[in-house]
Structures are given as C-alpha cells and as structure tokens.
C-alpha cells in the first residue's frame, strides 16, 4: 500500500513554546484519518507544516515520498485542503468561482466543475451569487474547490462546520465515497460521532504530543464510544 502522508519526528517551537513535539504519522493510500485534540492541542499547527504553510524546527513531512521544504513544494500539487472558512470572490456565482480556480490546473474543464457541485450537492445554487450563501453552502464551496483538481491527498480542518444535520450525512457519504475510491483523507474535526462513523484511524494530540494513534475499533475496546476514550487520553495528559 503506497504510504501518501509521512512525518517523521515533526516538531514546531515558537519562540520558548513548543507548540508540536515528536510527531510521527504514516497514512496510506484510501486511507480516512482522523486527528483529534482539545483547542490548543497542535492540531492547527501540525496541519500548517503539511501543507506547507510554516516551516518544522525539526523533523519532515513527505507527501508521496518527497519531502516538503520551502525549495520543494512539487508535490503538494497532490493534495487539496479546505482549512478554516474558505475565501471566494462574492461577486461571481459559485459555478464561476469555481471556473476560475479551474484555469490554475490544465486537466480540469467545465465537466469537473459540474461533477464537483453534484459531488458536493451544490448544482441548484450554483448560479447564485456567493455573497449569498449561508455558512454551510460556502463549506460546500470549498470542498468542492479542494477536491477538483483530483488530489490524492485531501486535508480538511473542521469541514462540516456551518451544515445541518442532512448536509452533514451527505458530506460524510462523499467521504467515504472518495476514500474508497482511493484519495487519502486527513480529517481533523471536534465532532467526535462524525469521526468515529467514517475513519478507519485515529490519532489523539494534546499539548503537541500524540497520546494515542490506532484503528477506531482497536481504540474503542472497552469504551463506550470515542468521546469517552477522548475523554479518558486528554484527563490522563
């Protein structure tokens, strides 16, 4: 199984605060993974290093086998990521945003970006207007701009966030869909049920360590659902 998402001994410092420490993470191809922590706990930080955003002190990150600096971000090409609230242009409908985005990758056209919005089940408000849309419809917006470049790799911080109830179901549907289709999916949300519904590994970070990493059911042996053994790692840190 190819791995698509390696660190090895990833570390962030902030001056005198260590913010990620000894972080060693290996997740392969189709694989749904879940990253899981209290507010503060590194999550945010750990995502910023894989994508690129902020450099380690120590350590590496490699997507597909390379690794990524300042000097090598080839490889990030491969991935997509909706992290906090996505930006678009207000002005432009959802269709033409997403168009617009398009003409940044030479093998997506108009079919991909009709795909996305049924993936995403956008299609009836794409001609609206995106100052319009409610917080969910622009999550929805947003992942249909990550995944339409056809990334391997999917990094998502919170991607549910603004949905109601159905919208939430159907996200995790498309999810799954994705991950059994092969694109690796690396999930970081506080919504303990979604994750325990749809991952097939978690791993639990506080105060930039990781306390716990394994499959949901191996992890559950003995607990009631994943926010008691959440709750048992992060009281025992």
Not at 44 to 71: D, N, W
Not at 137 to 147: N, T
Not at 188 to 202: N, P, T, Y
């Amino acid at each position: 199984m190819t791995v698509v998402l390696q660190t090895r001994h990833l570390r962030k410092q902030f001056g005198d605060f260590v913010a990620v420490e000894h972080v060693d993470l290996s997740i392969s191809e189709g694989e749904l993974f879940g990253f899981l922590g209290p507010n503060g706990a590194g999550k945010t930080t750990t995502i910023g290093m894989i994508l690129g955003l902020l450099h380690p002190s120590a350590g590496r990150v490699e997507i597909l086998g390379e690794e990524i600096t300042p000097e090598h971000t080839d490889a990030l090409r491969h991935v997509g990521a909706l992290v906090s609230t996505p930006g678009f242009v207000p002005y432009l409908s959802g269709r033409e945003n997403l168009h617009l985005l398009a003409r940044l990758y030479p093998d997506v056209d108009r079919g991909r970006v009709e795909e996305v919005l049924k993936l995403v089940a956008l299609q009836e408000a794409a001609a609206r207007k995106v100052r319009g849309y409610s917080t969910g419809m622009k999550q929805r917006l947003g992942l249909a701009a990550a995944i339409l470049h056809r990334p391997r790799l999917l990094v998502l911080d919170e991607p549910t966030n603004g949905l109601d109830p159905i919208g939430m179901k159907e996200i995790r549907e498309m999810l799954r869909t994705l991950a059994d289709e092969g694109v690796t999916i690396f999930l970081s949300s506080h919504l303990l049920h979604e994750v325990e519904q749809i991952c097939d590994r978690v791993a639990i970070l506080d105060r930039g360590r990781i306390l716990a990493e394994g499959e949901v059911s191996h992890l559950l042996q003995g607990k009631r659902d994943l926010e008691a053994l959440f709750m048992a790692v992060v009281a025992q840190s």
